[in-house]
């Protein structure tokens, strides 16, 4: 049972990533006015830079790697598979140099967490944008 | 299956407790790995923790597991400590590291307290089988016999546009009580040997842009050695200025294909340097790689070289396969005779040190 198990996740692995069309929309707290390449997202997502242009703090909101927008924002713009990211992320946890962002686990969690606080970034599947933050991005 | 199921409940990433009023971020790493000689006697597959593989199917010579919490106090004070257990120490539970994070500036914190050693690029993580490549860091390379110091460190980084520079400073000191390595490799003469590294100063400096990185590391300190001499009724003792340098480069390409190539010297005993070629697509990773030990003196040269592979399983577990064929050229000059053989391992049958091993592995983070 557990092999036919680990199979069917295997297949699922080969599959899904075919499936997935959906855009993603990066977003950021309404009164957050500041426009950012694609690389100077992925430079905040990586904790490379800690502040928005102008120097405000920036606070990356991951989602978890088994969400699909998580595998199309890892690809599109950070340019790495999430094992790679993985990879990069235990490099940098056991050199004591930081932590990878907080992980949640769902758009709706991003959307709020988003809307309620001009320090945070994130990004969710750009159908699911809705009033209460800004999409300075989609991908 | 039996290793994956027992992996997967892992896979949560970092678990967040509130401990009164800090958070303490809990985070692990482990290999399981089997090594089976193929050809010749015995190979020193890690060298500061002495792992040698001699046998078939041999569980424990690098098989361990790493635990790391970090409590966060505030945004300034953090405390790390890390807990490890290896195969080749009969699985004694040891603090790797402990140590206090004071971050005065977001680009720039002073550690103090026990430390990894940062002569190497691999040094911080080169236990973190999940992190790299490769089954193990080329064995030749990374055999300094000291990986932990105490003492402290302060950090600075620096970027502009998307070039990233990392600057260090440490100070600190070691000891080293029958130091493991040393007492094997020159037990033909001394029954134990004691080391003591004082007046550690070291730098580091590290340089990202874009898929280029390097760094290079200086450090020096005073060395004294304690030998217990086998046909002496009296220790020896020993003192060496010591001088460590380092420089690594890696480039990686976008068609998948990185290479990196380190080089160090250590004066007065030793020069060793490895390179490698990786090529990565999707969840799998194939690597070829020449690593070389050179001794100043004749008694020790060895170089290694091997191919193997990676797959990702899943999100924080990697197989890992390598089959490596060391070379061994180190011998004893004798005057108006022919040299006599010194292989690195020393219970080889036929004297000549030649080797070669497979290794299974499995690495796991969590």
């Keep these: 049972m557990q092999f036919r198990k680990e199979l069917f ?13 959906a855009e993603v929309a990066i977003i950021v707290h309404p009164s957050n006015d500041i426009s950012l390449t694609p690389d100077k997202v992925s430079r905040i997502f990586l904790g490379k830079d800690k502040s928005f242009p102008g120097g405000k703090k920036a606070v990356p909101i991951n989602q978890k790697d088994a969400q699909s927008v998580t595998k199309e924002f890892n690809q599109k713009v950070i340019g790495k598979s999430s094992s790679q990211i993985r990879a990069y992320w235990s490099k940098i946890v056991f050199t004591g140099k930081g932590s990878p962002p907080k992980e949640v686990t769902s758009d709706a969690e991003v959307l709020n967490l988003i809307s309620s606080d001009p320090n945070l970034i994130g990004y969710i599947d ?14 | 299956m039996k290793t994956v199921r027992f992996a997967a409940p892992l896979l949560i990433s970092l678990a967040s407790f509130n401990v009164f009023s800090a958070e303490l971020n809990l985070s692990g790493f482990g290999t399981l790995a089997f090594g089976s000689v193929i050809d010749g006697d015995g190979y020193i597959a890690e060298y500061p923790n002495l792992g040698v593989y001699e046998d078939d199917y041999d569980f424990g010579q690098e098989t361990r597991l790493g635990l ?38 977001s680009d720039a914190n002073i550690q103090a307290g026990r430390m990894r050693m940062p002569v190497y690029y691999y040094s911080d993580f080169m236990d973190v089988g999940f992190a790299f490549p490769w089954v193990r860091i080329p064995a030749d390379t990374y055999s300094l016999d000291v990986t932990n110091f105490n003492g402290i460190k302060s950090n600075w980084n620096f970027s502009t546009g998307s070039t990233d ?13 029958s130091d493991e390595l040393m007492s094997y490799l020159f037990e033909s003469f001394t029954s134990n040997i004691d080391r003591e590294f004082e007046d550690i100063i070291g730098v580091v400096f590290d340089l990202s842009y874009q898929n280029f990185i390097f760094r290079t590391t200086f450090t020096q300190a005073d060395m004294i050695e304690q030998q217990a001499l086998l046909f002496d009724p009296f220790a020896a003792t020993v003192e060496y200025d010591i001088e460590f340098i380092d420089y690594f480069f890696q480039y990686s390409f976008e068609n998948g294909i990185s290479l990196m190539t380190e080089y160090n010297e250590y004066d007065p005993f030793y020069k060793s340097y490895f390179a490698s070629v990786v090529y990565q697509k999707d969840a799998w990773q194939y690597y070829f790689f020449w690593s070389q030990f050179d001794l100043d003196l004749p008694f020790e040269k060895h170089d290694t070289t091997g191919i193997g592979f990676r797959y990702d399983i899943g999100d924080g577990v990697a197989l890992k396969a390598d089959l490596s064929s060391m070379n061994d050229e180190g011998f004893i000059p004798v005057d108006g005779g022919p040299n006599i053989p010194n292989p690195v391992y020393h219970a080889d049958d036929d004297g000549d040190g030649d080797v070669m091993v497979l290794t299974l592995a499995l690495d796991f983070v969590f």
Aim: net charge negative; charged share 15%.
């Design chain 2, 68 to 105: 790391q919490g970090t409590a966060v106090f505030n945004d300034e004070i953090s405390g790390t400590v890390q807990l490890m257990t290896r195969a080749n120490n009969d699985f004694d539970i040891e603090v790797e590291w402990l140590y206090v994070t004071y971050q005065y500036s």
């Design chain 1, 9 to 21: 996740s295997l297949l699922a692995l080969l599959v899904v990533p075919q499936l997935c069309f």
């Design chain 1, 126 to 139: 750009a159908s699911k944008v809705s009033g209460g933050v800004k999409v300075i991005g989609k991908y």
């Design chain 2, 165 to 177: 520079m990392g600057l260090s400073i440490y100070l600190g000191k070691e000891d080293n009580p």
